[in-house]
């Protein structure tokens, strides 16, 4: 089995940053894809960005240009840089992994607990 631990979360004023991390454990050679969805209370889960085990990397439009997945292999890590910060970005932010892909109608097997980013205006 995976486990997925976030890291990272907490409270920033508007146009401020920070970085989410997500350490994978356990049968990681069996990942392929690892991302990160975020929820926020009224809204739709939403798929905010996701890396493959090549480096491929993909982005919601609404955090294009402001949001950075990256992985260290080695750590077996996932990273979310956030930049810019925006109220709208307010949401519990999950890491999430699978074998074969991550889609928006098709999350990864694997979740983490969830970390929460709180953007005050």
């Known amino acids: 089995q995976v486990q997925l631990v976030e890291s990272g979360g907490g409270l920033v004023q508007a146009g401020g940053s920070l970085r989410l991390s997500c350490a994978a454990s356990g049968s990681i050679f069996r990942l392929n894809v690892m991302g990160w969805y975020r929820q926020a209370p009224g809204k739709q889960r939403e798929l905010v960005a996701l890396i493959t085990t090549g480096g491929s990397t993909n982005y919601a439009d609404s955090v294009k240009g402001r949001f950075t997945i990256s992985r260290d292999v080695a750590k077996n890590t996932v990273y979310l840089q956030m930049n810019s910060l925006k109220p709208e970005d307010t949401a519990v932010y999950y890491c999430?992994?699978?074998?074969?892909?991550?889609?928006?109608?098709?999350?990864?097997?694997?979740w983490g607990q969830g970390t929460q980013v709180t953007v005050s205006s």
């Open positions: 999430n992994a699978d074998s074969i892909t991550i889609t928006t109608m098709r999350p990864g097997a694997y």
